[in-house]
């Protein structure tokens, strides 16, 4: 997802999103181990994922919109 995607959600749907990418995670790692992943360029995709919506999820919190600044 990209960040202004991201930045236009809630944080309920922030958190939302946050434990399905926490899950498909899981399930990429678990897939990886028993030599069943064919693209291994997906974990690292959606740890930047999390990465981010744990970014917004702060700035909401801190008060450090960056919708307003970014548009």
């Known amino acids: 997802m990209?960040?202004?995607e991201l930045r236009d959600l809630t944080v309920e749907?922030?958190?939302d999103k946050?434990?399905?990418y926490k899950k498909e995670l899981y399930?990429?790692?678990f897939q990886h181990a028993i030599g069943q992943l064919s693209n291994t360029a997906r974990i690292t995709e959606v740890k930047r994922i999390i990465a981010r919506i744990?970014?917004?999820m702060r700035e909401k919190e801190t008060g450090r919109d960056r919708s307003s600044v970014l548009s």
């Open 2 to 4: 990209r960040p202004k």
């Open 13 to 15: 749907e922030l958190k």
């Open 18 to 20: 946050h434990k399905e």
């Open 27 to 29: 399930n990429l790692r």
């Open 54 to 56: 744990l970014t917004i």
